[in-house]
């Protein structure tokens, strides 16, 4: 079967750095997806990795190895506004997405 | 951001109502899905349009009928729902549904089913 897992919940300290890791078992793949939802909110796309490596945007960053199943998401200098669900998704052969309960992410001043 | 619009934002219904849910994109897509997201659940694919062509339905109950008139317009018809139905329901487009393309998402509708 497919599977996508992430942690339930994380915390972590304005301005620290944080790691939010996904691994994953599909039919097929097409990329890797991470989303950031706040509560209440559309999910809104975060970054998009379909090759190995590391994708740098501003304070956030996302990785990915293939032969591994596994990504990550990583957020630097940790604001306040960071405090939100990341969801991650992959996308199968037949280019739907399979998506992570998401982790939530609790910032503490 | 208003590339994605859904209407109502809350909707509040009993189990013999018929109520509908919009949504509306204005990203020049091609492709609309219907996801229902129940708490600290995955994100579940309900319905696929692609060039208003209905291209999957996961197996959902018929209690729930799409509709897409055209490429920038979906809604999706609720009747005779239970109560395990309430949740968020949120509206997405792309560019095709057939590549890798970035979904782009509504604020969804809260629905309750009393």
């Known amino acids: 079967g497919q599977n996508i897992d992430q942690p339930t919940e994380m915390t972590a300290t304005e301005g620290a750095i944080v790691q939010i890791n996904c691994t994953y078992q599909?039919?097929?793949?097409?990329?890797l997806f991470w989303y950031q939802q706040h509560a209440g909110e559309a999910p809104t796309f975060l970054s998009y990795n379909v090759l190995d490596g590391l994708e740098e945007k501003g304070r956030f960053s996302s990785f990915l190895s293939r032969s591994k199943g596994y990504s990550y998401l990583l957020l630097k200098e940790l604001q306040m506004k960071d405090s939100a669900s990341y969801l991650c998704a992959v996308m199968d052969s037949n280019y739907q997405l399979i998506w992570g309960a998401g982790t939530k992410l609790i910032i503490k001043p | 951001e208003t590339g994605v619009t859904q209407t109502p934002r809350h909707l509040v219904m009993g189990m013999t109502n018929k109520k509908s849910l919009k949504c509306e994109q204005h990203?020049?897509?091609?492709?609309m899905y219907w996801y229902k997201q129940s708490a600290k659940k995955p994100l579940e694919l309900m319905f696929v349009y692609n060039f208003k062509e209905q291209t999957e339905n996961n197996s959902v109950p018929s209690r729930f009928s799409p509709e897409c008139p055209n490429s920038s317009h979906l809604f999706l018809h609720l009747h005779t729902l239970q109560p395990e139905d309430s949740a968020l329901y949120l509206c997405a487009s792309s560019q095709d549904s057939g590549g890798p393309d970035t979904q782009y998402f509504g604020p969804g509708t809260r629905l309750t089913v009393l």
């Open positions: 990203l020049g897509h091609n492709a």
């Open positions: 599909t039919s097929g793949f097409n990329g």
